[in-house]
């Protein structure tokens, strides 16, 4: 069974810049999650999907940040004129959906590693 | 407030022996849901164990116990017969309530193992 993955893994840029990522998730999963998380903290959560419509976003998703899950499947996750605040571990994870409310475990990936400089 | 409170930034245990790993939790809601994941450095965050607020029995999933105390709002995680392998960050989570799918993380502990 082939887990949540992320690309890329590491990704350094200069302030202003825009930068995309991609997440795949476990293949049978229709729920798909973004969380952040920076140095000394738990993640975060930003967004997330069932199928393709965007359910809820955190406060902390400001109009810079923009995801899409065109086709229910894999989701990218947009940050445009990137500020060295956004620096931090992306993390992506996906869930079966659809179960027993509450058991509705969610399997993350490695993350994408952003720097901003 | 905090919804998740782990006051143990970092825990040490020798090889073998058991260790607790403390967590409080915050919420009005009846139906909430707790999780635990281990963050190796590596970065990927990796499920352990849940138990529900309905749940009347402690969860357990292999060497990962859940001591559930509904009235005290804590949900310790207890790793039996530690391993080099468990030196890891450990965060405790919460999904509340209907109606939100998200998690709400804690700061996390770093148990170390040391043989």
């Known amino acids: 069974d082939t887990g949540v993955s992320q690309n890329p893994r590491h990704k350094i840029t200069k302030r202003g810049q825009n930068v995309t990522f991609r997440c795949d998730p476990i293949?049978?999963?229709?729920?798909l999650y973004w969380y952040r998380q920076t140095l000394g903290q738990g993640p975060e959560f930003l967004t997330y999907?069932?199928?393709?419509?965007?359910?809820?976003k955190s406060r902390l998703l400001s109009d810079r940040f923009s995801a899409e899950r065109p086709k229910g499947s894999f989701s990218t996750l947009e940050i445009q004129r990137t500020e060295q605040g956004d620096s931090a571990m992306y993390l992506c994870?996906?869930?079966?959906?659809?179960?027993?409310?509450?058991?509705?475990?969610?399997?993350f990936g490695p993350g994408t590693r952003l720097t901003v400089l | 407030a905090q919804k998740i409170t782990q006051t143990q930034p970092g825990m040490f245990v020798q090889e073998k022996e058991a260790v607790t790993l403390d967590c409080t939790y915050d919420?009005?809601?009846?139906?909430?849901?707790l999780f635990w994941y281990k963050q190796p450095s590596s970065g990927e965050m990796i499920f352990l164990i849940y138990?529900?607020?309905?749940?009347?029995q402690n969860a357990t999933e292999g060497r990962y116990s859940l001591n559930f105390q509904k009235a005290r709002k804590s949900a310790n995680l207890v790793i039996s017969a530690s391993q080099l392998g468990d030196s890891a960050m450990y965060f405790c989570?919460?999904?509340?309530?209907?109606?939100?799918?998200?998690?709400?993380f804690g700061t996390g502990t770093r148990l170390q193992v040391f043989p």
């Open positions: 994870a996906s869930s079966l959906g659809g179960t027993v409310w509450g058991q509705d475990t969610q399997y």
């Open positions: 293949s049978e999963h229709n729920r």
């Open positions: 999907f069932q199928n393709e419509a965007q359910l809820e």
């Open positions: 919420t009005s809601d009846q139906s909430y849901g």
């Open positions: 138990q529900g607020s309905y749940d009347e």
């Open positions: 989570a919460m999904r509340e309530g209907f109606g939100t799918d998200k998690l709400i």
